[in-house]
């Protein structure tokens, strides 16, 4: 599509509900005028119409009337926010401007792009800087599920180290878009959106740990004020990357306003030779008219990947609740039993199991098995797991090394350190610098040989510590992005050579939970807290990009481990069953009623997986803070299974109507109380659905809704629509 004049083209493709029209022309990168809303199927003069009808009047100059700015800013074209491409050759070559851009635009399953995910289209654009000697280029996708993807790559052509400071780039939303959603949280309390209005100038959100942290933006949305998940339209971003990154929202004075994001680069982390290049993480962009639209473009782009995991999600437990570090073959032997008797399809041993651990303080990185705790090995416990037709499970932290470790004292310079040594420690820990191809091959041959030995279905792979002061030995020069590199590696080449291996991303709980470490692991750990009052929140804003099962969900003891609020089995359970479910709890403790009760949680969730994991996951906007109403609605609209719960007392009593939103609006849906879910509808006083049954067609059960049960704080009640 390369033209000689200075004309520009328009480009308009669509996918998924979703039209991009963009500006090509032969000096500049690509200009994206509209991403949203299909426009349906433009005639020619309508698509040649839309540049004069979109441009701005010219003021006094391009830089107070920018026309069109493109997917990566620069100041060549006036542009004086963010460049959207920093870097210099020793302070020169700092400013990129453009000789001719050329643009290409390719189907999948074309001859130039045979390898294309399904249905998507693209669009690679390469710009030529004769001057500065760097070639630049952009990559815009389109995706079948309507999601976009936005990448640059910036390569070298002089004999002279270039060195990358920023790439980032940026997709333009409209004036409508006033507020701003990202979200916030620390450790056990992650995901906790916040708003604010879309002001000029910018709103940064940096995560400089070497992972995008608990604190994490997660997503940097904007929307008409007061957006929610069923009404108000939004657009929002994610980077698909887990070292250092930024997601950010910049207004300009020209009436440009962007949402963008990066990898944040470390001073000389990429310095290009002669004819090397430095891509960015995919910046993914969704939009909708609500979050719940807006969630459905992630869900239905990550089921359509072909590594996305699609055999029934296996209901596990994990030791850690339910014993700790206390580890040996009569304790596993006797909570392996219980698992399987209460329908346990995975068992996963968690920290502990390897050589000198009798705690947090030391051992991390001694990967063999502990000799004491297991004189054969784990041998006993995984021929046990396997015969009562469990698969097996094992946790690592690969990244980590205690000081008090075998590791630690035999290959000190493989420790992360600056001239200073190594940084302040963190839970005991420092983090094992992957730069150094023997720390890589070391972990990664322990581990592949422990998978290999034990056969392991399953890796909880955690990451507790921050990359502070993360200086390659022994120069001390930054590490973090070759680290992340390494991990995405070292979790492929394990994969590669153990078929049908499944590995969850756990970092501290929450922590790395990107879309970018989701195209080499199989799972999230949501959060170190399996408080089902929290998990509310967590597990509805996590869904935002992530669809139910890739979310490891537990149920855990009464009494919750970090905050130690107390809460029954049904409210525990029926929180735990809206993702890949899991325990987390010691069943050989527990008397035989919760064992029952459990179990007959775990067969619920067996038998509703194909509709929590397929299906539209929906929210309603109630008008009653102190309820959250969470469903799941088939792809063919002929069920839906909704959750009701009290998280606080609510002003009135009775609670109120509550939508059931997502349904096909001119069907006829059959309402019940669903058990083991049922109790609150079981009571004396109940709603007249609950007592002489409801038959509404899915536009009443949206718009005019039934009324709630009587629900207790921390209490919920599950509810089935069938179509009848």
Excluded at 172 to 195: I, K, N
Excluded at 292 to 320: G, I, K, Q
Excluded at 328 to 341: M, R
Aim: hydrophobic content about 40%; proline content about 6%; aromatic content about 8%.
């Amino acid at each position: 599509m390369a033209h000689s004049d200075h004309s520009p083209q328009f480009l308009h493709v669509r996918r998924g509900g979703t039209s991009l029209v963009l500006r090509l022309d032969s000096d500049v990168m690509p200009c994206v005028l509209h991403w949203g809303a299909d426009l349906g199927d433009l005639p020619s003069e309508a698509l040649a119409s839309i540049g004069p009808a979109l441009e701005q009047p010219l003021t006094d100059s391009v830089v107070m009337s920018q026309r069109a700015v493109s997917v990566v800013p620069q100041q060549s074209s006036g542009w004086t926010g963010r460049p959207g491409l920093q870097g210099s050759r020793d302070g020169r070559a700092w400013s990129v401007a453009f000789d001719v851009v050329s643009h290409r635009v390719d189907d999948a399953g074309a001859a130039a792009w045979p390898d294309g995910p399904d249905g998507a289209v693209r669009l690679v654009s390469v710009g030529s800087d004769g001057a500065g000697a760097l070639e630049v280029t952009t990559e815009i996708r389109l995706y079948a599920a309507g999601l976009v993807g936005v990448r640059a790559a910036v390569r070298n052509l002089s004999g002279d180290i270039y060195d990358v400071t920023r790439l980032e780039p940026a997709l333009p939303v409209p004036a409508e878009a006033l507020e701003l959603l990202d979200m916030a949280g620390r450790h056990t309390h992650e995901r906790t959106p916040q708003r604010r209005p879309f002001d000029q100038g910018q709103w940064v959100r940096e995560s400089w740990g070497g992972r995008p942290g608990h604190d994490s933006a997660s997503v940097m949305c904007a929307g008409k004020p007061g957006f929610g998940f069923r009404s108000g339209r939004v657009w929002g971003v994610h980077l698909a990357g887990s070292g250092n990154q930024v997601l950010s929202a910049e207004k300009s004075f020209t009436g440009w306003q962007f949402l963008r994001g990066g990898e944040l680069l470390l001073p000389g982390e990429v310095r290009l030779a002669e004819g090397e290049s430095y891509e960015s993480p995919w910046l993914l962009g969704s939009w909708g008219e609500g979050l719940d639209e807006f969630s459905h473009r992630f869900h239905r782009y990550l089921r359509a990947r072909a590594t996305h995991p699609t055999r029934p999600r296996p209901v596990l437990l994990n030791t850690w609740e339910a014993s700790y570090f206390d580890l040996d073959v009569p304790t596993l032997s006797a909570l392996a039993d219980k698992a399987a008797a209460v329908g346990i399809e995975r068992f996963v041993v968690d920290d502990g199991w390897f050589r000198n651990r009798p705690n947090d303080r030391s051992g991390l990185g001694d990967w063999y098995v502990d000799e004491e705790k297991f004189p054969d090995g784990l041998h006993p416990i995984v021929d046990q797991v396997r015969a009562l037709g469990m698969e097996f499970g094992l946790w690592f932290e690969p990244e980590m090394v205690n000081l008090d470790s075998d590791l630690a004292r035999t290959h000190p310079e493989w420790l992360f350190q600056t001239d200073h040594g190594p940084s302040v420690p963190s839970r005991f820990q420092h983090v094992l610098d992957l730069g150094h191809p023997e720390a890589y091959a070391y972990v990664r041959d322990r581990m592949a040989a422990l998978v290999s030995e034990y056969d392991i279905a399953f890796i909880k792979w955690d990451h507790n510590r921050a990359l502070l002061d993360a200086g390659h030995s022994p120069g001390g020069e930054p590490g973090v992005h070759a680290q992340t590199a390494a991990v995405y590696r070292l979790m492929d080449e394990l994969k590669d050579a153990h078929p049908g291996l499944e590995i969850e991303s756990c970092c501290g709980g929450g922590g790395r939970l990107d879309l970018g470490v989701m195209e080499h692991a199989d799972r999230v750990w949501v959060s170190d807290c399996i408080d089902a009052h929290e998990r509310h929140r967590m597990v509805r804003w996590t869904g935002l990009t992530l669809p139910p099962e890739l979310l490891g969900t537990h149920v855990g003891s009464s009494e919750d481990h970090s905050t130690h609020r107390t809460h029954g089995l049904e409210f525990r359970a029926g929180t735990a069953i809206w993702g890949h479910m899991g325990v987390e709890w010691n069943l050989a403790t527990i008397g035989e009623k919760d064992l029952a009760d459990l179990s007959d949680w775990i067969a619920f969730h067996k038998d509703n997986r194909a509709l929590l994991h397929s299906g539209d996951v929906v929210h309603a906007d109630l008008g009653n803070p102190a309820l959250q109403l969470d469903g799941v609605v088939a792809q063919d609209k002929s069920e839906a299974l909704y959750r009701l719960s009290a998280l606080d007392l609510t002003l009135t009593w009775p609670p109120g109507r509550v939508p059931l939103p997502g349904l096909d609006p001119e069907r006829l849906y059959r309402i019940t109380a669903q058990a083991p879910g049922d109790s609150a509808a079981r009571k004396d006083a109940t709603p007249g659905w609950v007592r002489h049954g409801a038959t509404l067609t899915g536009h009443i059960l949206a718009e005019v809704g039934i009324h709630a049960p009587l629900l207790d704080v921390d209490h919920l009640v599950l509810l089935r629509a069938t179509a009848v």
